[in-house]
């Protein structure tokens, strides 16, 4: 069973950094692929980007060059690292597992979801 839980939400201003994680309790989410995913209000969920079960990486093109996606395995934890934040990066954030045959951006291929943890990103 894949439990997720995010954490590492907050206030930010615009330029700077945060880190979230993605924890799961059940150890499950080894075997899948992963993905950090947003939802601002009013607006339809993005994804952010994906990684394979191997640790290969897929970006949205906004957000290239400013986020980055691990996993530590040991510790069965993901991180999505967010640099040089903009205003318009506020959304919930969630993260999900995927036992789909590729890491795919659709997220409808995502069976497991945590509950998402705010960022707000202040100009």
């Known amino acids: 069973q894949v439990q997720l839980v995010e954490s590492g939400g907050g206030l930010v201003q615009a330029g700077g950094s945060l880190r979230l994680s993605c924890a799961d309790s059940?150890?499950?989410?080894?075997?899948?692929?992963m993905g950090w995913f947003r939802q601002a209000p009013g607006k339809e969920r993005e994804t952010v980007g994906v990684?394979?079960?191997?640790?290969?990486?897929t970006y949205a093109d906004n957000i290239k060059g400013r986020f980055t996606i691990s996993r530590d395995y040991d510790k069965n934890m993901l991180y999505l690292q967010m640099n040089g934040l903009k205003p318009e990066d506020t959304a919930v954030y969630y993260c999900?597992?995927?036992?789909?045959?590729?890491?795919?951006?659709?997220?409808?291929?995502?069976?497991?979801w945590g509950q998402g943890t705010q960022v707000t990103v202040s100009s």
């Open positions: 059940g150890r499950a989410s080894l075997y899948y692929h």
């Open positions: 990684i394979s079960r191997i640790g290969d990486t």
């Open positions: 999900a597992a995927s036992d789909f045959y590729v890491a795919t951006m659709d997220g409808t291929k995502y069976r497991f």
